[in-house]
């Protein structure tokens, strides 16, 4: 992996506030540091697509702050303990931690193929049930939450007078058929559990309210105060959070703290398939592992990175189609200069006219859309004119964006149904017989070659061979 560390003056760079609604300038609480906080996996079975594109979504963000000269610190928990974790541990009769350890390790690899760094610290909700604890012992002390008749810890909606903000839903408007669960023992409709008392065989934590667990909505709220600060830079996840998972988050945090809770709160959009939204009801639903079986990794991120991270993403065989051919595009033009190439030492002009428009794209608001626009601009040029500073500085925008990572030719050549021993033994014959001038079995050869899925390119240096 390559890393590419400029040290452009940072400013202008143009973020949108989902809390906002508009884009802001983003100046960071200590300069040249960015802390983030992304609401990460609920473990009990394999990542969908959806987790896929968040995952990558944010990886690209991290990226840019970190070519930008930002140090990082990325912070993205799991959440392993909760009613479906409980639930699909009991149906497989075997225990929590062996349940989320073993799909932890399956998100790694899965994320590991799409190129997403692993996160500086990954915290699990289990360690940090004491921290839980003290944020509702302070809620409780300070009037914004209430031990229930049924053993629940709950939080007073409507005590918190900006609940509402984040979402851009008032109090008015929540109706308690949305999201919102009927309980006689709540004070009131709207308010949400922060503790759940222990029912008989589940697991159970003691506290000064008795033995349960936590609330999902506490979990992401104590390990980033504790993490990254009761005020830090930006906190991220997917659309489908916005409400009420973030909007109870601000509520319960910034009653604690007296303070804001994060300063710029980012939300990717959703992923359809075929443009219906993703179901299991609808038989349209991809695990990302299921998806990386039959499609490229790189193609699937490329995929991904070329609608903006707010729009929603339609998920096709012909969008995944249209991404192996570009993927394949920019590959082939470098292919020539794979042997001469040391990518660690690969710095970037940031006055090149096409760099400087990558980065105008990438500060307004990460358009990866247009920045990708400049990697093929330059993937065409260098086409043309075989020049190896433009293929260096193909490799190097592209790197930032966690693409173009590998040499070409195990990008070209990869699932090919022929041994490539086989193949190579065919190109040698085909071009004795070119020698010979016969003509038919050297056309033959390439015919057959072409059947079994590998196209042959006759260049000044010999011939090549990638898979169709």
Same mark, same amino acid.
């Given at each position: ?355 400087? $428009?990558?980065?105008?794209?990438? #500060? ?5 859309? +247009? &920045?990708? =626009?400049?990697?093929? @601009? ?58 010979? $001038?016969?003509?038919?079995?050297? #056309? ?5 070659? +072409? &059947?079994? =899925?590998?196209?042959? @390119? ?11």
């Amino acid at each position: 992996m390559v890393f590419i560390i400029v040290f452009w003056e940072k400013k202008n760079m143009q973020i949108y506030n989902s809390f906002t609604r508009k884009k802001e300038e983003f100046i960071p609480i200590t300069k040249n540091t960015v802390k983030m906080y992304i609401c990460g996996q609920t473990i009990y079975d394999y990542c969908h697509l959806g987790h896929a594109r968040k995952a990558i979504v944010f990886d690209m963000v991290r990226r840019w702050f970190i070519a930008s000269g930002y140090e990082v610190t990325f912070v993205e928990n799991i959440t392993d303990i909760d009613d479906k974790i409980i639930n699909r541990a009991s149906e497989n009769n075997e225990t929590i931690t062996s349940l989320t350890d073993r799909f932890t390790k399956f998100m790694h690899d899965d994320f590991d193929k799409l190129g997403v760094m692993r996160p500086d610290i990954q915290p699990k909700a289990t360690d940090y049930i004491p921290h839980m604890i003290s944020v509702i012992e302070s809620l409780i002390k300070k009037d914004y939450a209430y031990l229930a008749a049924n053993g629940d810890v709950y939080y007073k909606v409507r005590k918190f007078e900006n609940y509402g903000q984040l979402s851009g839903k008032s109090l008015d408007e929540l109706n308690v058929g949305e999201r919102v669960e009927i309980d006689q023992s709540k004070l009131d409709p709207l308010d949400f559990v922060l503790w759940k008392h222990a029912k008989e065989d589940e697991p159970y934590w003691d506290s000064p309210f008795g033995r349960g667990r936590p609330g999902w909505h506490i979990e992401c709220s104590a390990m980033a105060m504790d993490l990254l600060g009761a005020n830090f830079d930006i906190h991220g996840g997917g659309q489908d959070l916005q409400f009420p998972h973030h909007e109870n988050e601000i509520a319960q945090s910034e009653a604690h703290n007296s303070c804001k809770y994060a300063n710029l709160w980012m939300h990717n959009g959703f992923l359809n398939v075929d443009d219906e939204k993703m179901s299991k009801s609808l038989g349209n639903f991809f695990t990302l592992r299921d998806v990386l079986k039959l499609h490229d990794a790189e193609v699937v991120r490329l995929f991904m990175l070329k609608t903006h991270y707010r729009s929603p993403l339609n998920f096709s065989q012909t969008s995944l189609d249209d991404a192996k051919a570009g993927m394949t595009r920019l590959y082939t033009a470098l292919k020539p200069f794979a042997d001469n190439i040391n990518r660690s030492e690969i710095t970037i002009d940031w006055n090149d006219k096409r760099a400087i $428009r990558f980065k105008i794209a990438m #500060d307004d608001d990460f358009n990866t859309s +247009l &920045a990708l =626009g400049v990697v093929f @601009e330059i993937c065409n040029e260098l086409n043309v004119s075989g020049d190896i500073i433009n293929a260096k500085l193909l490799i190097g925008l592209a790197n930032i964006l966690g693409i173009l990572t590998r040499n070409p030719v195990e990008f070209l050549q990869q699932g090919a149904t022929l041994a490539s021993q086989e193949i190579e033994r065919l190109i040698v014959e085909r071009k004795t017989a070119k020698v010979s $001038r016969d003509f038919t079995l050297a #056309d033959k050869i390439r015919k057959d070659l +072409l &059947a079994s =899925g590998i196209i042959l @390119e006759d260049t000044a240096n010999g011939t090549t061979w990638r898979k169709l």
